[in-house]
C-alpha cells in the first residue's frame, strides 16, 4: 500500500519538528519535494520535471529495472547476514576484481562510504603500526569521529587538528602554490608531501598513510597534475606507510575513460587501499574496501574478528551485480566520455564570453567550472555560484550543486550527448546573462 503524501508544507513542517536541523535540504528556502524519479530526471508534487545535476548515488539512473528487478528477485529469495555462506557475495567480489589491478585482491563489503573509509584507517594503522596520516586540505571522508579527524573540511569548524594528521596542500593548478605555467607541477606537489614526511619524523613520529580523494570533489573538482599520485606512493611507502584512495565519488566509470579515477594516474601507479561507496548501489546501501593480501592478512592477525551485519548480503550483493552489469551492457563509460567531452566544450565556449567563468575543469561526468570575481586575481565569486544554482532550480528545473565557487555536476552516466548537456549549457549562459545584467544595474 502506498504511503499517505502530505502537503510539501507539511511534510516541511514535520521534517523541521522531527529531523535534526544539521540534516540540510538541498535550496534550504524553497526546497524540492521529490516524489519520482525516473533515468536522470526527478519530479515533485505537482508532476514538474527537473533534469538532476546533483545525484552521484544514482549512477545508472533512477529506478533503472535492471537493478529494481534484481533487488526484488532476490528480496523475495532470500536477505540473510554474510556469516552464512552465499555465492552472491563472492561473484560479485570476483567482478570487481576484474576491474582492479592484481594486487588488490581482498574485498570488505560494508554499507556506506563513511564504514569504507573508517575501515581503511583501520586496515593501515594495522599493517603499518604507525598512527600519522597525510591528508589533503579541503578533503571530505565521511561522518564518523575517525573521518572528521582526518576532513579538514570539517575538523576546522569543530575541535580543530588533531596531532596525528598532517595537511598537504591540495594540488590545483587552477588556485594552487604551483599552477598550470610550473613545468611539473606533479612533482612539485609531491615534494610537499615528501616535505612533511620529513617533519613528521623530526618530531620522532611515523606515517601510516596518505588519504585522498582519487580527485577531489569537495576541495572542487580537483583533476591531479600527472605524476603526482606515483610520486607520493614512493615517498610514503619509503617511510613505511601506505597510499589509500577514496573511490566513494569518483568510482565505477565516471571518469569515463577509466573504471576507476586512480587510474588516471598512469598504469605504474596502483594504490594499496582503495574504497568504494555512493554509486555502488545505485542508491542502495552498498559500499566496499579492496585492499592487498598483505594488508589483510595483517587485519586477519590481530585475532580480533571483522563482523558487519548487512554488509555483503545477498540483496546487496545482487543490486552491486545488476549495476555493473548495466555499466557494461549500456556502454556507460563510453557515455560519460562523449557527454562529458560535449559538456566540457559548451561550458568552455560559454568561458570566451563571460569573464566571470575563470576555469572549466573535469574528465568525463566529473566536472566544474570556477566562477571568479577577477580572472587575474582568480578570487572566487560565491555570490554568483549560490545565484547561478539557485536561477538553474527555480528558471530552468536543473538541479545542481556548487562547493564554494565551484559549480558542480555529477549526473547519472546514463545523461545523453546532446539535448541534455545543450539544455544544461544554454540555461547557464540565460542565468549569467541575467545575473551580469543584474549586476550592472546596480553599480
Known sequence: MALQQLKKEDTLAMRTRLIGQSCRLFYSGDPVKIIKARGQYLFDENGRRYLDCISNVQHVGHCHPT??????????????????????????????????????????????????????????QQYTQHEDVIVLDHAYHGHLTSLIDISPYKFRKLKGQKEWVHVAPLPDTYRGIYRENHPNPGQAYADTVKDMIDEVHRKGRKICA???????????????????????????RSAGGVFVADEVQTGFGRVGTHFWAFQLQGDGFC?????????????????????????????????????????????????????LDVIEEEDLRGNATRVGAHLKDLLTELQTR????????????????????????????????????????????ICCNASTASSQTSQPLISKLKRKTKVFSSSLWYGLINLEMKSSETS
Not at 552465499?86 to 574485498?107: G, Q, S
Not at 592487498?292 to 543490486?319: K, L, Q, R
Open 271 to 323: 594504490p594499496d587501499i582503495v574504497t568504494l561507496g555512493k554509486p555502488m548501489g545505485n542508491g542502495h546501501p552498498l559500499a566496499c574496501v579492496a585492499t592487498t593480501a598483505a594488508i589483510a592478512g595483517a587485519f586477519t592477525a590481530n585475532g580480533v574478528e571483522y563482523f558487519n551485519t548487512f554488509g555483503g548480503n545477498p540483496v546487496s550483493c545482487a543490486i552491486g551485480l545488476a549495476v
Open 210 to 236: 596518505f588519504f585522498a580523494e582519487s580527485l577531489p570533489s569537495v576541495g572542487g573538482q580537483i583533476i591531479f597534475p600527472q605524476g603526482y599520485s606515483a610520486k607520493v606512493a614512493e615517498y610514503v
Open 67 to 124: 537493478i529494481t528487478k534484481a533487488a526484488a528477485a532476490q528480496m523475495d529469495l532470500l536477505n540473510v547476514n554474510s556469516r552464512f555462506l552465499h555465492d552472491n557475495i563472492v561473484v560479485y567480489a570476483e567482478r570487481l576484481a576484474a576491474t582492479l589491478p592484481e594486487k588488490l585482491c581482498v574485498f570488505y563489503f560494508v554499507n556506506s562510504g563513511s564504514e569504507a573509509n573508517d575501515l581503511a584507517l583501520r586496515l593501515a
Open 354 to 397: 563571460h569573464t566571470v567563468i575563470g576555469d572549466v575543469r573535469g574528465v568525463g561526468l566529473f566536472v566544474g567550472l570556477e566562477l571568479v570575481t577577477d580572472r587575474e586575481q582568480r578570487t572566487p565569486d560565491t555570490e554568483t555560484a549560490a545565484m547561478v544554482v539557485k536561477r538553474l532550480k527555480e528558471d530552468h528545473r
